[in-house]
T-cell receptor, first 113, second 114 residues
Framework: QKEVEQNSGPLSVPEGAIASLNCTYS??????FFWYRQYSGKSPELIMF????GDKEDGRFTAQLNKASQYVSLLIRDSQPSDSATYLC?????????????FGSGTRLSIRP | EAGVTQFPSHSVIEKGQTVTLRCDPI?????LYWYRRVMGKEIKFLLH????????ESGMPNNRFLAERTGGTYSTLKVQPAELEDSGVYFC????????????FGPGTRLTVT
């Protein structure tokens, strides 16, 4: 079983709609959860992180965490063509490995005009 | 402020040769990380430096890989001898603190072993 699982997509969403990206993780000891955006041929860019159960909003982005279900999601409201990218879900470990980030393989998102 | 830089951007070598990748972190960042993504797989952690010391090298695949960070500034990752399965994109990241919140990634080095 992979440590962080994501649907590879592609996920196609019309412009202006809500894009919903999902992720599950296997290690119950995971402390923090991240969403990175990666444009083709570019480096990953951190867009959201969350460490408490519930929702965290930042502009058009909302991260949701449910530790009991080991589930993380990212909602993108009012999707724009510029949001088309691969979204990487990632987690870090317990205290001794807090900076070791474990990535999922990513979900490719395509926003169609 | 300059970001994380990596050199070269792309390297093509033959199996059995040696390649050295370089990473220059953001100035003042004590923490430096190496990751790699092989074709079709997820990005995987290789190791973590705090200044010049290796904090965690649990992700290094085998002893053909040697990472150094002399003086606590830039870092090099040497692969000797390179194998076909070493092909992929090698990312470097740096952060001011030892956490996962503030890791800034470089553009990566694409390594192709033929």
């Amino acid at each position: 079983q992979k440590e962080v699982e994501q649907n590879s997509g592609p996920l196609s969403v019309p412009e202006g709609a809500i894009a919903s990206l999902n992720c599950t993780y296997s290690d119950r000891g995971s402390q923090s959860f991240f969403w990175y955006r990666q444009y083709s041929g570019k480096s990953p860019e951190l867009i959201m992180f969350i460490y408490s159960n519930g929702d965290k909003e930042d502009g058009r982005f909302t991260a949701q965490l449910n530790k009991a279900s080991q589930y993380v999601s990212l909602l993108i409201r009012d999707s724009q063509p510029s949001d088309s990218a691969t979204y990487l879900c990632a987690v870090n470990g317990e205290y001794s490995s807090a900076s070791k980030i474990i990535f999922g393989s990513g979900t490719r998102l395509s926003i169609r005009p | 402020e300059a970001g994380v830089t990596q050199f070269p951007s792309h390297s093509v070598i033959e199996k059995g040769q040696t390649v050295t990748l370089r990473c220059d972190p953001i100035s003042g960042h004590d923490n430096l990380y190496w990751y790699r993504r092989v074709m079709g797989k997820e990005i995987k952690f290789l190791l973590h430096f705090v200044k010049e010391s290796k904090q965690d090298e649990s992700g290094m695949p085998n002893n053909r890989f040697l990472a150094e960070r002399t003086g606590g500034t830039y870092s090099t990752l040497k692969v000797q001898p390179a194998e076909l399965e070493d092909s992929g994109v090698y990312f470097c990241a740096s952060s001011p603190r030892d956490n996962g919140y503030e890791q800034y990634f470089g553009p990566g080095t694409r390594l192709t072993v033929t």
